[in-house]
T-cell receptor
Framework: DADVTQTPRNRITKTGKRIMLECSQT?????MYWYRQDPGLGLRLIYY???????NKGEISDGYSVSRQAQAKFSLSLESAIPNQTALYFC???????????FGPGTRLTVL | EDKVVQSPLSLVVHEGDTVTLNCSYE??????LLWYKQEKKAPTFLFML????IEKKSGRLSSILDKKELFSILNITATQTGDSAIYLC????????????FGGGTRVLVKP
């Protein structure tokens, strides 16, 4: 069984639509992250959370919001999707600052 | 602002060749340097380096960190077609937890 799961795996939507990407983990980690990946740009951090009550903006948070519903669940929302949000989105978790991050399988989002 | 630069952007080699990937970084308050391998979707963790001059090794892969010159190298010896992937370097600063700053990646293609 996968430790970090993301739903949906693929999504095509239209400009202006509200989209939610979900992430669940069974690793028992407090720290969770959302990244987006664009070709040649590596992964860029959107939001991160160190526990249910602790949410922080990353380097590219504009146009996104998040919700940490429980230790195991961290959702990313695009309130009004635009084409330049077309990308591969990854959720990640880690045990602590001194441990590696584990990534989910990714969600490929296309905004038309 | 933390920055990570990887080189080369891509390379093509034949099975059995040795590959050397470079990662240079600028970080305000360094914690660790990580290497990931990305094949189809999710990046998978390879190494975490925190001390300078220490070589981490796993099978045909090895990595070393130079904290004075601010770079790291990932070596792959006796390459196989299964080594074909994007290799990502990331640094973790102490400024805010262990959020990772990624380089743009190096795409490696190993031909039979």
């Amino acid at each position: 069984d996968a430790d970090v799961t993301q739903t949906p795996r693929n999504r095509i939507t239209k400009t202006g639509k509200r989209i939610m990407l979900e992430c669940s983990q069974t690793k028992g980690h407090d720290r969770m992250y959302w990244y987006r990946q664009d070709p040649g740009l590596g992964l860029r951090l959107i939001y991160y959370s160190f526990d249910v009550k602790d949410i922080n903006k990353g380097e590219i948070s504009d146009g996104y919001s998040v919700s940490r519903q429980a230790q195991a669940k961290f959702s990313l929302s695009l309130e009004s999707a635009i084409p330049n949000q077309t990308a591969l989105y990854f959720c990640a978790t880690s045990e602590s600052a001194d441990h590696e991050q584990f990534f989910g399988p990714g969600t490929r989002l296309t905004v038309l | 602002e933390d920055k990570v630069v990887q080189s080369p952007l891509s390379l093509v080699v034949h099975e059995g060749d040795t590959v050397t990937l470079n990662c240079s970084y600028e970080v305000t308050n360094f914690r660790s340097l990580l290497w990931y391998k990305q094949e189809k979707k999710a990046p998978t963790f390879l190494f975490m380096l925190t001390s300078s001059g220490i070589e981490k090794k796993s099978g045909r892969l090895s990595s070393i960190l130079d904290k004075k010159e601010l770079f790291s190298i990932l070596n792959i010896t006796a390459t196989q077609t299964g080594d074909s992937a994007i290799y990502l370097c990331a640094e973790s600063g102490k400024a805010a937890g262990n959020k990772l700053t990624f380089g743009g990646g190096t795409r490696v293609l190993v031909k039979p």
